[in-house]
C-alpha cells in the first residue's frame, strides 16, 4: 500500500490488524490502532514527543528488575490496573467485590505457615497485629482447604525484598483455610508506604506534584480449584492516605476493621500494648483458576 495522506495512514494500519488470524487478538490490536492514532491526533503528538514516549516505554522495561516491576507499577499509577481489576469481577464492575489489584511485590513462593503462626522471620519492630481471615464463596459458605498467600510491608514501609535489614521471607506466609474456611496468624502493624520514586513513575508523580504513598493494608492471594484466584488488599481506614492512594486501589469492600487493644492479650503475653486485631471475610467467585505471573521472583 502506497500512503496518500495522514487519515490513510490509519485505515491501511486498521486494514493489516483485521488480517489477524486469533479472533480475540484481532479484537485488541483493531482497538490498539483506532486507539493509539486517535490519541496521536487528540494531543497533535509532536515527533519529540514520540520519542520521548519511546524512551519512556524502554526505560519501564530496562528498570524491571526480579526484585522490581516499574512497569506494574506505572500502570497503577495511571489507574489501569484498578480499572482491569474491577471491570472483571463483581459482576463485571457492577458489584462490590473483594478483589483488587496485585501489585508488584508478590512472590510465588511463600513458605508454608500453620494456622496460629507468626509471618515474623526476623526482628521487626512494632505493634503487634493478630489477623483472622476468613473465605467464604458467594453464598457465604466457607472456603475450606484454599491456599492463600499473605504479604506485606514492615512498619518500615518496606518489603523484605527491597529491604537488607529484613530476613527473606520476611511478613510473608502460605496458609490452608480450616473447615470454617479460617486462616489467623500473628505479624507486625504495617504502615503505608512510598512507591519507589527513582525511575519513570517517581518522574510522573513529580510532574503532577502528586504524594507517592500507598494507604497500609494486607496483600492477600488465595486459590482454590473452580474459584477464580482471588487477589486482595485490605486497607486500614486509619492511614492518612486512604482516599488518596497513589495506585487508585481502595474501594469500600477493601476497608478493613484494624481494632486497637490496650488491655493485654487473652492468650499471648508477648504481645505487648497496645496490639491490634483485623478480622475480615473475603469473597471468592465461582470461575477459572489461573495463578498470576509473579511481577518479581
Ligand atoms: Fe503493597
Redesign the pocket.
Known amino acids: 500500500m502506497i500512503v496518500e495522506n495522514e487519515q490513510q495512514v490509519t485505515e491501511d494500519a486498521l486494514a493489516v490488524m483485521a488480517r489477524t488470524c486469533d479472533p480475540r487478538l484481532r479484537e485488541i490490536l483493531v482497538a490498539l490502532v483506532r486507539h493509539l492514532h486517535a490519541f496521536a491526533r487528540d494531543v497533535r503528538l509532536t515527533e519529540a514527543e514520540f520519542r520521548q514516549a519511546a524512551a519512556v516505554v524502554a526505560e519501564l522495561g530496562q528498570r524491571t528488575t526480579d526484585s522490581h516491576n516499574e512497569v506494574v507499577l506505572m500502570a497503577g499509577s495511571l489507574g489501569l490496573s484498578s480499572l482491569v481489576c474491577l471491570q472483571n469481577h463483581g459482576a463485571g464492575g457492577d458489584a462490590a467485590t473483594s478483589h483488587s489489584l496485585l ?1 508488584p ?1 508478590w512472590r510465588m513462593q511463600s513458605p508454608a505457615v500453620a494456622n496460629g503462626g507468626s509471618l515474623v522471620r526476623s526482628a521487626t519492630p512494632g505493634e503487634a497485629l493478630f489477623v483472622t481471615a476468613t473465605f467464604v464463596d458467594e453464598s457465604g459458605r466457607p472456603v475450606a482447604g484454599a491456599e492463600v498467600d499473605i504479604w ?2 514492615s512498619p518500615a514501609g518496606l518489603y523484605e525484598n527491597q529491604d537488607d535489614a529484613q530476613a527473606d521471607m520476611n511478613l510473608r506466609g502460605k496458609f490452608i483455610t480450616d473447615a470454617d474456611g479460617r486462616i489467623w496468624f500473628r505479624t507486625v502493624r504495617m504502615t503505608g508506604y512510598p512507591v519507589p520514586q527513582d525511575g519513570v513513575v517517581g518522574r510522573l508523580l513529580h510532574a503532577q506534584g502528586r504524594h507517592p504513598f ?1 494507604p497500609a ?1 494486607l ?1 492477600v492471594l488465595a486459590a482454590k480449584p473452580g474459584f477464580k484466584v482471588l487477589i486482595s ?1 485490605t486497607y486500614d481506614p486509619e492511614d492518612p492516605h486512604l482516599d488518596s492512594d497513589v495506585q487508585f486501589g481502595v474501594t469500600r469492600a477493601l476497608i478493613g476493621a484494624f481494632v486497637r487493644h490496650d488491655a493485654p492479650h487473652p492468650t499471648d503475653a508477648t504481645a505487648g500494648a497496645p496490639w491490634y486485631s483485623l478480622d475480615h471475610t473475603y469473597v471468592m467467585e465461582r470461575g477459572e483458576t489461573v495463578l498470576p505471573r509473579p511481577p518479581i521472583r
Open positions: 501489585g511485590f506485606h510491608a500507598r493494608h496483600h488488599q
